[in-house]
């Protein structure tokens, strides 16, 4: 099974045109699974990311807890956690998600805190001085402010997750990390360059797609 | 069919609900009643597709509704699966995993029943039963050239003993030092070569050192699918030296009534290295899809459609 990539270079194309039109629908569920599996792997890393990155960004007691539990789990080779994952929750997309969320909260949860810690002190003074309660002056004032930092999280946050998602490909999921897998099992490059090249152009696509929203959603910041 | 995302596989799981609930509402013929569910589990690689699917689909032609779940990575991801009862059957290879579930004790020798009796006597507590194991063996083999092997009129290891001083042997750089390889070569068959060539196990290296004529005897699988294309002759092991990596479907003792038994002991008494050899190079070098090649298989093995 380990035969010839080198043996095989001189003859094998880098993509079997034939190959790849009659398996099209491979490509594009695979890409629709990927896409998926980072979304709802970000999307729920920032629901977790914002309301423990405000208390971790007010109380060091929670700061310090949350950035090492997350920093061990940083740490677990994907394939022991889904082995210790799958008698729970099965060869499924929560054992998949429960390690991509994980891994994502890390990044994110930083950049929150970062974000929040940021904020200039005199910004502060001067929303306690209009009156904001802590509650407002945290959704009107710091967070806001502490934008720019969340969204490069989420940036940095996707990026890495659509590359994460193939290492789910050992538990029959991975998106186009199964078509990588296949490529490189039977040393067979049109599978192996073509999701190759999909995965990075998702990862540019996502990329472009949050500096856009960012640039909408926070006008006066350029640049990052 | 295999391929379809999660969300896919729900739609038509939701569908098949929905179907076999009008079915039940209706009087529907006797025919579609399915003898129950089984899930069955492949390894990434393209031999663990094909038997996933051979031993999948006769299932399915008996009457199983079967479920896929190929593309595992590895035991590490399928042994806890099987045993959380998220899968039913694996199509296993009997050496392989007694070592996997003794955890490298060693027990493991050229005998497929006494291997896989062995495995049993591991996977009773897990609940799980080993089948008989088939013929069809993806194990360590050493290979000749057709010219070769018509050279020396050679159809088996023992064969070599008279010419062996003439020959050189290649494999991997550990070949030297390991049971299976070198010192079990010359302890079982008495085979002492002119000398010995480091290169790579199973790989591109010796591949290339058959095609230029540095090596005479060479180390691969017995089920590689460019056996044939490279015009290379697995010589029979038959003195089992090597361990009994013997094709074998190992279930969980719940769904492992006589039926199942019958189907998946039907597939490993038909099974044969050779037609692994086939399925293997259809997959990996013609780029056919497992599920295709075999369906191909069973078609021609009268389980037609």
Redesign the interface.
């Known amino acids: 099974?380990?035969?010839?990539?080198?043996?095989?270079a001189e003859e094998q194309p880098w993509i079997?045109w034939d190959?790849l039109f009659t398996h099209l629908?491979?490509f594009t569920?695979?890409m629709?699974?990927h896409v998926?599996l980072t979304f709802i792997a970000v999307a729920i890393a920032l629901v977790i990311s914002i309301p423990l990155g405000v208390g971790a960004h007010r109380w060091r007691s929670v700061r310090n807890p949350a950035y090492v539990v997350f920093g061990i789990f940083y740490t677990i080779p994907s394939?022991?956690l889904?082995?210790l994952l799958?008698?729970?929750t099965?060869?499924?997309?929560t054992t998949a998600e429960i390690g991509l969320v994980g891994y994502s909260v890390l990044i994110i949860l930083r950049n929150v805190v970062v974000g929040l810690d940021s904020v200039p002190p005199d910004v502060i003074d001067a929303a306690n001085g209009m009156g904001y309660r802590p509650m407002a002056r945290l959704m009107r004032v710091e967070l806001p402010l502490a934008l720019p930092a969340i969204f490069a999280g989420v940036r940095i946050a996707t990026v890495t997750t659509i590359g994460l998602v193939t290492i789910t490909?050992?538990?029959?999921?991975?998106?186009l990390g199964?078509l990588i897998?296949?490529g490189l099992?039977?040393?067979?490059r049109?599978p192996l360059v073509v999701a190759t090249a999909l995965s990075v152009a998702l990862a540019l696509v996502a990329d472009l797609l949050l500096a856009g929203m960012q640039r909408l959603a926070v006008p006066w910041s350029r640049g990052a | 069919m295999n391929h379809k995302p999660y969300s896919g596989r729900l739609l038509a799981g939701l569908a098949a609900i929905v179907f076999a609930a009008v079915a039940c509402g209706s009087t529907s013929a006797p025919a579609a009643t399915s003898k129950g569910n089984i899930t069955i589990a492949g390894f990434a690689f393209s031999e663990g597709s094909v038997l996933a699917e051979l031993y999948g689909q006769a299932l399915q032609h008996d009457g199983y509704k079967v479920t896929f779940k190929l593309n595992l990575g590895s035991r590490e991801v399928v042994a806890p699966a099987i045993q959380s009862g998220q899968v039913d059957v694996y199509i296993g290879y009997a050496a392989t995993d007694l070592e996997y579930y003794n955890k490298g004790a060693g027990e493991a020798t050229g005998d497929p029943d006494a291997t896989t009796s062995k495995l049993n006597s591991h996977l009773q507590s897990l609940g799980l039963v080993a089948l008989k194991p088939s013929a069809a063996v993806d194990q360590n083999a050493f290979a000749v050239t057709k010219a070769t092997q018509q050279k020396y009129s050679l159809a088996k290891l023992s064969d070599l003993q008279p010419v062996a001083g003439q020959l050189v042997l290649g494999a991997g750089p550990e070949c030297p030092t390991r049971p299976y390889c070198l010192p079990g070569l010359m302890s079982s068959y008495g085979l002492h070569f002119k000398s010995f060539k480091a290169l790579d196990t199973d790989g591109s290296l010796t591949r290339a050192a058959f095609k230029n004529g540095s090596i005479d005897v060479g180390l691969v699988f017995s089920s590689d699918g460019d056996l044939n294309s490279l015009g290379l002759v697995v010589l029979q092991d038959d003195k089992h030296l090597e361990a009994a990596d013997n094709v074998v479907p190992i279930l969980r003792s719940a769904v492992a009534n006589d039926e199942a038994k019958k189907v998946l002991n039907g597939i490993s008494a038909k099974l044969t290295t050779s037609d692994l050899v086939t399925l293997n190079s259809q997959v990996q070098i013609q780029h056919q899809d497992p599920d295709a090649v075999a369906k191909a298989w069973l078609e021609q093995h009268n389980y037609g459609s």
Do not use: H
Not at chain 1, 90 to 93: D, E, M, P, R, V
Not at chain 1, 185 to 188: A, N, Y
């Open positions: 099974m380990a035969t010839g990539l080198f043996l095989q079997l190959w629908s491979r569920d695979a629709q699974q998926e394939i022991a889904f082995a799958i008698p729970y099965g060869l499924s997309i490909a050992v538990i029959g999921l991975g998106g199964q897998l296949q099992v039977d040393d067979f049109t």
